[in-house]
């Protein structure tokens, strides 16, 4: 039972590392392209296009 939990931590962990990799690149190519605080800038774009779309 431990060793299966080991592994599935270990497959966890793996996934989280690859994960905030990506979330790293991806908001340092957005703050390249003018979103000034990156994911967080975009986030805020996106939900007021949506607010426009919606009205």
Known sequence: MAK???KA???LES???ILEAEFA???AIL???G???GISTLKE???EILEESAS
């Open 4 to 6: 299966e939990t080991n």
């Open 31 to 33: 703050r390249k392209t």
């Open 9 to 11: 931590l270990a497959r």
């Open 15 to 17: 996934k989280i590392d």
């Open 25 to 27: 690149y991806l908001d």
């Open 45 to 47: 774009t996106v939900e």
């Open 35 to 37: 979103f000034p605080e």
